[in-house]
Each structure stands twice: as C-alpha cells, then as structure tokens.
C-alpha cells in the first residue's frame, strides 16, 4: 500500500478489524519510511451486477448511484452515513442472493424501500415518490396512510384533522 505522505510503498500493519458490516477489514499501517500512520480498507470484489431497467435497457450496477439515491431521501433526517452505508451493503447482499447477475430496478427499489421503511419513514416516502412515480397527490396521501397504524378499536385509518 502507497504511503499517502511519502509515497513509500514499504509499510507494515499495526492492526487488522473486521469493520461492522462484516464483508470489510480496516487496517492500520505504518509506513516504514516516514513513520506515518494511515488506515485503510479491504472489500470484497463483489461480482459485475446488471441492472435491467424498465424499458428494457441494461447498465452496469453503480453502488454510487444507490448511495446517493438513498443519500436524497435521508437528507436533514437523523440517519448518519454509516446506516446508509449499512442499508446499501444490506441491499446489495440481498440482490445478489436472489438473482444471478441481471438485476431488475423494481428489485432494487423494493429492497431499498423494505429497509427505509424501518429506518426513517420520511425518507421511505420520499424515496417511494421518486420510486413509484406518483402521478398525483392522492397516490401521495395513500401512501402516507399505509405508514399510519389503524387504532386496535377499528380496521379502518385514523380520520384526517382539519
């Protein structure tokens, strides 16, 4: 590993951890040269994922693209960078688990939707308006309504205040 200081490639490693996820090690090393010490880490290669998009087209999948999808529905809501990352690495996981390489959007847009439904409910309707493509504002409030809990009393949701 290149020094980020000095450029030296001679280093040693000082520390090896399995990172929360499971699927990363972080290091930390010293470079043998200048004495800096710098972390890095270890991934798996995961293998190249397809997405098939709804018209039919593919594209190569990008990690990027789902973090910063996620990132915009999370924004200014109480959900730090290590829960998104945790969220996508839980997406990605799931994917690969249940299709071979070619992956659908409606695949992944569920599994993302699953998952921000638990963590934070603002950003799983925001996500789902982008997602579901609501056409109108009624689709919006149904939406919104199937978050609500109906009273144990009735079957029916809560009445809307005025």
Partial sequence: ????KCTSIEDKVIDSRIA????TIRRRRECLECSHRFTTTESLVRDNLVVVKRDGRTEPFMRDKLVSAVRAACHK???DGEQIYMLV??????????????VPTKGIGEHVMQRLRKLDQVAYVRFASVYKEFRDVGEFVDEITSL????????TPPKPKK
């Fill in 148 to 155: 609500t809990p109906f009273p144990p009393e009735t079957d």
């Fill in 20 to 23: 929360r996820d499971g699927n």
């Fill in 89 to 102: 690495e839980d997406v990605i996981d799931a994917l690969e688990a249940e299709f071979e390489s070619q």
């Fill in 77 to 79: 809501r109480p959900i």
């Fill in 1 to 4: 590993m290149r020094c980020p």
